[in-house]
Every structure is written in C-alpha cells, then in structure tokens.
C-alpha cells in the first residue's frame, strides 16, 4: 500500500532535549516536505527537499533542520524544542512540484 | 503573498447538499486541491482541479471553479454523517519549485442526522 510513515505519533518532551521525528515513503516520490498545524493557522511548509541531498527552508524553518540521505526517508529533527514549537506535524511526499501531496498520519508534539 | 480563505464552519442536515467556499489569490496556479481531515488523521486528498477547468466531478463530489473571481466551491451531494471532517482548500505555489501548497484555515463540516 501506497503511504507516508512518520513515528512517533504523539510525543511529550522537555524543553531542550533533542528529538527525532522519522518519516518515510514507499511511492517513490522526488518532493518530501514538512508542515506544521496550529489552530488557526492552517498548515505552514516547514522545510522541503526535491531530492537527495537537496533541502531548502519553507516559511517557518526557526528551530528545525532536516536530511535527506535517501530517497524514502526526511526526518525532522529539533535540535532544542522550546514550547512554542508544540503543534501537530505532518510529513508528505508527491511525486513532482506540482504535484498533489500525500500527508502522514501526523505526530502531535508537546514540548513542557 | 499568497493566501487563501475559507470560511469556519458549515453545519447541514444528513441527505442535505454542502457547499463549501475558497478564494484564493495566486491567478497563475496550476491546480486546486480539495483535503479532508478526520479527527487524529492527516490530511486525505478528496480531488482535484487543473487551472483550465471550470468543473470536475467524481461521484458525490463537485467541484466549481471560477478563475475570474479566484473563487473554487466544493459541493457534496447527499451528504452523510461521515462526511462530518475538516475539509481544507489549497492551492500549488507555481511561482517556485517548492512543491509548496497554501492551505486555507479549514472549514468544519458538522453533518446532523
């Protein structure tokens, strides 16, 4: 089946300890990108990569950095979360720019 | 910038047609999206629209565009309790390679039986 994969899906953390958020697709897409969701908000591009080895910011990158060593797998990473970056994050995929977005499940996290 | 608006919230009885509204700004898009959130998923894709459409269907679905107003409808007919979503309108950043979409705010449908 045809999906987008990211762990975990809810997360508790503190303030200033490093984590991970993994997320992989099996389409084989170009295009992976991250959003965030906050109420009233909408979703907002965090970061997005067009291939391997090519990431470049969206519209609100502060606090996050990303890799993409292979072609199936994005994490987002928070080097030191601060409370302000709780929120419900979605990872997606899509096969060219143009091209529709395929989300995740979403990982809600909480950042004390 | 881009920007796209939707409104709140819709409520409509079960068997009742829902329309719901999206303007957006970018006049050279390249396609429309319509999502569909359920509570604790991510974001389904419902359908879609290419600029050069003025209608698209797909079973139970409508969607309407109307590129002089930048104004894109989505119309679900005969609509059940488990249509009960936030539905989401977004619209693909052509000015760059990005892969970028500007979703709107969302729009609760709440489906009363």
């Known amino acids: 089946e045809a999906q987008v994969t990211q762990n975990p899906r809810y997360l508790i953390t503190v303030t200033g300890k490093k984590l991970t958020v993994t997320c992989s697709q099996n389409m084989n897409h170009e295009y992976m990108s991250w959003y965030r969701q906050d109420p009233g908000l909408g979703l907002r591009q965090i970061y997005y990569s067009m291939n391997v080895e090519v990431t470049d910011k969206g519209d609100v990158p502060e606090g996050y950095k990303v890799s993409r060593k292979e072609k199936r797998n994005f994490p987002l990473i928070l080097e030191s979360p601060s409370p302000n970056q709780t929120s419900l994050y979605f990872c997606?995929?899509?096969?060219?720019?143009?091209?529709?977005?395929?989300f995740g499940n979403g990982t809600r996290l909480t950042v004390t | 910038g881009e920007d796209v608006e939707q409104s709140l919230f819709l409520s409509v009885r079960e068997g009742d047609s829902s329309v719901i509204n999206c303007t957006y700004t970018?006049?050279?898009?390249?396609?429309l999206y319509w999502y569909k959130q359920e509570p604790g998923a991510g974001l389904q894709l419902l359908t879609y629209i290419f600029s050069n459409m003025d209608m698209k269907q797909d079973q139970r679905l409508t969607v309407l565009l109307n590129k002089k107003d930048k104004h894109l409808s989505l119309r679900i007919a005969d609509t059940q309790t488990g249509d009960s979503a936030i539905y989401f309108c977004?619209?693909?950043?052509?000015?760059?390679?990005?892969?970028?979409?500007?979703f709107g705010q969302g729009t609760t449908l709440q489906v009363k039986p």
């Open positions: 997606a995929s899509q096969e060219g720019a143009v091209s529709p977005l395929h």
């Open positions: 977004a619209e693909g950043e052509s000015s760059s390679n990005t892969g970028k979409l500007i």
């Open positions: 970018d006049s050279s898009s390249t396609y």
